[in-house]
């Protein structure tokens, strides 16, 4: 295979989720296809790989959707799909996801971490804590309020980039 074309859509990356003020759509379309070529270079790194957002979903190599390795690129594309790591978040996103916790990469294999905690004493507070590589947590902070949380959470890094636990 000479070359990999994947075209994706707004509508399918989105198409019938709810509440879409809780997604940076640009942002999150920006990740995707950053994702998706790393991907598809990792798995065909011979292949000359094009990734574009458009008006439509769909995927050719050496310029045709009849090619017996389409599914083969289909099943990466699934993938990175369903790995929903390439979901980007809008302010109001992060703050209704914020009793789930939230996470985000500082870089330096840094991650800084939001969560809602209960303290000793049963008051409900937010607690910011930066992690690197599996040693234990070196920083944590306290908020008693979600408002000093998000502006915590803001100072640290772009709304779009606080991932949620899962992703």
């Known amino acids: 295979m000479d070359t990999i074309r994947v075209e994706f859509s707004e509508d399918g990356l989105f198409g019938g989720w709810e509440n879409m003020a809780l997604y940076d759509v640009e942002a999150s379309k920006a990740a995707y296809g950053e ?26 190599i050496n310029e045709t959707a009849d090619d017996p390795d389409v599914p083969a690129v289909q099943d990466v594309v699934s993938e990175v799909y369903q790995d ?34 209960e303290l000793d004493d049963g008051t409900p507070a937010y607690q910011m804590t930066y992690l690197k590589g599996e040693n234990s947590p070196y920083d944590t902070t306290t908020f008693h309020s979600i408002e000093d949380a998000l502006w915590a959470m803001e100072q640290t890094a772009d709304w779009s980039d606080w991932r949620t636990q899962t992703d």
Not at 50 to 58: A, F, K, L, T, Y
Not at 84 to 105: D, I, M
């Open 35 to 60: 994702l998706l070529e790393a991907e598809l270079r990792s798995v065909f790194g011979n292949a000359e790989i094009e990734v574009v957002s458009g008006i439509n979903d769909r995927v050719r």
């Open 84 to 117: 929903y790591e390439w979901v980007r978040y809008t302010q109001e996103g992060v703050k209704a996801n914020l009793s789930e916790g939230l996470w985000t990469p500082l870089g330096d294999g840094v991650i800084c971490g939001m969560a809602e905690v």
